[in-house]
């Protein structure tokens, strides 16, 4: 069974203590968690299909449109309400020619006096996915109103299925790009702090050639050259935000490396590695987790800013930059600049308060009552 250390139960319950950090927490899983099941959420694909005693789960599987009765092999357009007359009623060619009247004939079961086996169609709460194309029946974008609850954007898509994976999207990149880049960051920051000499001298004059380079143009650059992906994009953002921890851990490995304790640790024969990351690293963590809000804030603020100038994730990606840029292009649809600010501000807000929590957690010298 999986227990906490003494200094991790101390450091959990002050992180416990801070009642808005601990908030924060509960707040921001619920809503990542929610976020994980998109899919069931807000999707244009039934959740489940029962078609003559059979189950389909469409949202995870392909299934033809011959597989309800229908004629082509491409994928079943299961919002048309002849598929829908198909799968309720059993694949009844009459659907094709009276697909709302088979529909009410089959509400009790019974078709032309005969009993048939209805089939069951159950959608998710939001009946359309992040690129699903609405017939609004007028201009797009439009206000929100029952169909669409905060409205839909200048392609007529729904903004609330947008929200929601645009949220998922954005976490996943922040966490990726925020894990890599402080592994970097931290290790090339160690090594620098802790050998010091000549290997930190030429270090610190690669790290200023670096982050003097214009992180803009080379995204666009590369951009052009191999197209735009979420993978190559997380890549490229890692690549120019290690340098951000490299500067805090340097200083505290440097002000560490000759206290008495490290002095006693090489003495006694234990490896460099050992005394860095086993011994120095937990001391240099306040420091470094101080700074990790910053990082996680500029990392999605990265992420907005490109997808708003049009060089970040795929155009067929949900980004929360590109609704941004929609609000910008539609002053006439305040709904869109409303619904982008909140998403941002709660989501930057709920983030910046946990790792404060956290920072204040690994500080020995914080307590709360």
Not at 45 to 50: E, R
């Amino acid at each position: 069974m999986f227990t906490l250390s003494p200094l991790n139960q101390r450091r959990w319950r002050n992180f416990k203590r801070n009642r808005r950090a601990f908030w924060s927490l509960i707040v921001f899983a619920v809503l990542f968690g929610l976020s994980l099941f998109a899919e069931v959420l807000a999707n244009d694909k039934p959740i489940y299909v029962q078609y003559r005693g059979e189950s389909f789960f469409p949202i995870y599987r392909f299934y033809p449109e011959t597989a309800f009765g229908g004629d082509l092999r491409t994928e079943a357009v299961y919002r048309d309400i002849e598929i829908e007359c198909l799968i309720i009623t059993g694949g009844l060619e009459a659907c094709w020619d009276d697909p709302e009247g088979m529909i009410e004939d089959a509400a009790d079961g019974m078709i032309e006096g005969e009993r048939i086996e209805k089939g069951r169609v159950i959608w998710p709460p939001i009946p359309y996915s992040y690129s699903t194309i609405s017939d609004i029946g007028g201009t797009a974008p439009s206000a929100p109103d029952a169909q669409h609850l905060l409205g839909t954007d200048d392609t007529a898509r729904d903004v609330v299925a947008r929200v929601i994976y645009g949220f998922r999207l954005s976490i996943f990149f922040t966490l990726i790009v925020t894990a890599v880049a402080s592994v970097i960051g931290i290790t090339a920051g160690a090594v620098q702090g802790f050998f010091g000499g000549w290997l930190d001298l030429v270090f610190q004059r690669v790290i200023e050639i670096w982050t003097s380079t214009p992180q803009l143009y080379i995204i666009i650059i590369v951009f052009a050259i191999f197209g735009r992906s979420f993978w190559l994009l997380v890549f490229l953002t890692a690549l120019f935000g290690w340098p951000a921890l490299v500067g805090v851990v340097r200083a505290e490995f440097l002000r560490a490396r000759n206290f008495e304790y490290v002095r006693a640790a090489r003495a006694l024969g234990v490896s460099n590695w050992t005394i860095m990351f086993r011994h120095m690293l937990p001391n240099a963590m306040v420091a470094t987790l101080t700074l990790l809000p910053f990082i996680i804030t500029g990392t999605i603020g990265t992420l907005a800013s490109l997808d708003f100038l049009g060089f970040g994730l795929p155009s067929s990606a949900p980004s929360l930059g590109e609704l941004t840029l929609q609000a910008k292009q539609n002053l006439q649809a305040p709904w869109l600049a409303f619904t982008a600010f909140f998403t941002f501000a709660i989501m930057l807000s709920l983030l910046v308060f946990i790792f404060e929590g956290v920072r204040d957690a690994f500080d020995p010298r914080k307590t709360f009552q």
